[in-house]
């Protein structure tokens, strides 16, 4: 098996959300997909295989932290098209079937990949007792993401004050399927952003996801219906730190970055 490790949303190696990425001729058991993930270690690993011509879709796609499958990955599809295209493998657009569904990725001509994804739904909730302690900030307000994201986003007074989190991320754990995202609205748009996020996932092994394309299914009409335009750009945080692009489009949201190989290599084991 050929193993890929990809930095996906980013123009540059060592940025951005690393992702493994295998493209088999068929999916193992799952335990061996789950040991796997857990020997790449990061936060997402994707496998992959081909379809037979003619269907919905061409390549079956599975997305597994080191702890769990999950729903929906959109830095680890992301760096799987990536692999596709630069390999020659398949050319232009490609249709992935999903536990989301079947999830489009379309190359542009500047380097891009643009992801077609469903727009998570989002319910204003009540900010649960407790989460800020856990998170060592206030939220303004809360709202749940729905089954394919499974998070709680919760807004805060400013920029600074999600780039200034250092959660208690045991306590976080408990308030929703996935983990928390944090968010606010850019402090000076003219830096090329229009809103921050840190995202922290301690339920699927991630203490805090560098670039979360997933997350901005919910951060993009989060922030379509308060900034009054449907095509932003968002700056996730973390360390690694990335940009993602998104145009909401009512039930689908797209999503818009580059990606980098960084590591090829042969899996023995």
């Not at 339920?203 to 670039?211: A, C, F, L, T």
Request: hydrophobic share 40%; aromatic share 6%.
């Amino acid at each position: 098996m050929r193993i890929r490790i990809v930095d996906a949303f980013t123009d540059r190696a060592f940025a951005g959300n690393p992702a493994g990425v295998l493209l088999l001729d068929s999916f193992p058991d799952d335990e061996r997909l789950q040991k796997i993930a857990l020997e790449v270690n990061h936060a997402e690993t994707a496998f992959a295989h081909p379809l037979p011509e003619g269907g919905e879709a061409d390549w079956a796609l599975r997305w597994f932290t080191p702890a769990a499958e999950v729903n929906m990955c959109g830095h680890a599809t992301l760096a799987t098209a990536h692999v596709l295209h630069t390999t020659g493998t398949h050319e232009g657009t490609v249709r992935f079937a999903t536990r989301s569904g079947v999830l489009v990725a379309t190359p542009g001509e500047d380097g891009s990949i643009t992801l077609d994804f469903p727009t998570a739904p989002l319910t204003s909730v009540g900010v649960p007792d407790g989460v800020a302690d856990a998170l060592g900030a206030e939220p303004l307000s809360a709202h749940d993401t729905g089954p394919n994201v499974g998070d709680l986003v919760v807004e805060l007074a400013d920029e600074k004050t999600v780039h200034g989190l250092n959660p208690d991320l045991r306590a976080l754990g408990a308030y929703s399927e996935r983990g928390i995202i944090a968010t606010a609205r850019a402090e000076d748009p003219t830096r090329g952003y229009d809103f921050v996020s840190r995202c922290f996932f301690p339920n699927v092994g991630i203490d805090e996801d560098p670039v979360t394309g997933s997350a901005h299914t919910a951060l993009a009409p989060f922030w379509s219906e308060r900034l009054g335009r449907p095509v932003l750009t968002g700056l996730q945080a973390s360390p690694r730190s990335g940009r993602v692009r998104t145009e909401l489009r009512g039930e689908r949201t797209l999503l818009s970055g580059r990606a980098v190989t960084v590591i090829e290599g042969e899996l023995l084991a």
